[in-house]
């Protein structure tokens, strides 16, 4: 065998050994990514039949009776440590949240994920950083809040003024004037927020400030 070939099984083997290192902590990733892959089986109601409409005691039911088996496993004393760890983390959260991820087969429409408006909200982002040509897009939001999405919505589909009247026409003002209150509320919390973080110094100044008019009326 020549020095090159000699060099390159050499290397083979050691590479070969490393993986042999690497076998217990992959079969014990495998096992972990069963339970997460299980949980989202169940919560994507993927057992039932085509176009079934699940109801939250069906899906509860299941998912509970996994939860249950899960913890068996957690007191079984057959895990390493990582896997006994993440287990106990994994139960500890799946408990807290229950309530939140059977939620949305109690409400018609509801969708089990927030994916989609995640999407939608990046899709929102790009397509502002081509308009400004800038990367953060804080201030924009900042300054039209929840607008922001309905613009978009309208620059979508090539609404008129016209149009855009009459979908508004079709609204009651007691919907609105609460649809608007809620949006000026939530923006004016971010608003305190952003100068608490950014402009301290000025923020503390000018609440110091009110508190003291404040307490000069009284």
Not at 29 to 48: D, Y
Not at 137 to 153: E, I, K, P, T
């Amino acid at each position: 065998m020549s020095q090159k070939c000699q060099q390159k099984l050499t290397r083979l083997l050691s590479i070969v050994r490393l993986r042999e290192g690497w076998g217990d902590p992959f079969q014990a990733l495998k096992r972990m990514h069963t339970w997460i892959v299980g949980t989202e089986r169940i919560l994507a109601a993927e057992w039932g039949e085509p176009k079934e409409v699940l109801s939250t005691a069906q899906v509860a039911h299941r998912f509970d009776r996994w939860i249950s088996d899960l913890e068996h496993l957690a007191q079984s004393g057959t895990l390493n440590a990582d896997e006994q760890r993440c287990l106990e983390h994994f139960l500890n959260v799946t408990h807290s949240q229950r309530p939140q991820l059977l939620h949305c087969y109690d409400v018609k429409g509801l969708p089990r994920t927030n994916n989609e408006m995640e999407g939608y909200i990046r899709s929102l982002k790009t397509r502002y950083r081509r308009v400004s040509g800038r990367k953060n897009w804080n201030s924009y939001v900042l300054r039209y809040g929840r607008s922001a999405a309905y613009y978009d919505v309208m620059a979508q589909r090539q609404m008129s003024d016209q149009q855009v009247e009459q979908r508004l026409g079709r609204v009651r003002r007691e919907h609105w004037r609460q649809a608007r209150t809620e949006a000026r509320q939530k923006q004016s919390v971010q608003l305190k927020m952003f100068r608490f973080k950014h402009h301290r110094e000025q923020y503390l100044q000018r609440l110091e400030a009110r508190w003291v008019r404040a307490l000069g009326g009284t």
